[in-house]
C-alpha cells in the first residue's frame, strides 16, 4: 500500500439542501476520496466539510473537483462555483504538502504545494 495523504476541503457558504446535493456528488466519486479509508463529511452552520484521504498526495481529489465544477450545469457545479472553497493535504513520510483555494465564482481551485 502507498503512503496516504489526509485531506480536508471546506465549502462555504452551503445550505443545508446544498451540502446534501455536495455529499452526494463526491459519493458517486468517492474512489479518489477514499484511499486509506471512508471520507467524513460534515455541516456546521454553513460549511461544508469533508475529511479523506489519498494516495501519496490529494491531487486526484482537487482534479475530481474540478471536473465537477466544468460540467457547470449540474446543481453540484453550481454550488461549487458559487461558494468559496479552501482545503489542505499532507503525507508526512513523503514530505507532501499542499493547499487549494478558490473565491467565489472562479471554475478551478488554485493549487499550491510546499
Do not use: H
Not at 484521504?53 to 449540474?74: F, H, P, Q, Y
Not at 503525507?91 to 504538502?97: D, L, N, S
Request: contains cysteine; neutral net charge.
Amino acid at each position: 500500500m502507498a503512503n496516504i495523504a489526509d485531506g480536508l476541503i471546506e465549502v462555504e457558504p452551503v445550505s443545508q439542501s446544498d451540502a446534501r446535493e455536495l455529499r452526494q456528488a463526491f459519493e458517486r466519486s468517492q474512489d479518489v476520496f477514499s484511499y486509506g479509508g471512508i471520507p467524513d463529511f460534515n455541516q456546521r452552520n454553513d460549511i461544508f466539510s469533508i475529511t479523506f484521504t489519498g494516495r501519496w498526495t490529494c491531487d486526484s481529489a482537487w482534479d475530481k473537483i474540478d471536473l465537477i465544477m466544468s460540467d457547470t450545469v449540474t446543481p453540484a457545479a453550481k454550488i461549487l462555483i458559487a461558494a468559496s472553497i479552501r482545503g489542505s493535504a499532507q503525507e508526512r513520510e513523503a514530505g507532501y504538502r499542499a493547499k487549494v483555494i478558490k473565491e467565489s465564482g472562479a471554475l478551478k481551485l488554485r493549487r499550491f504545494r510546499k
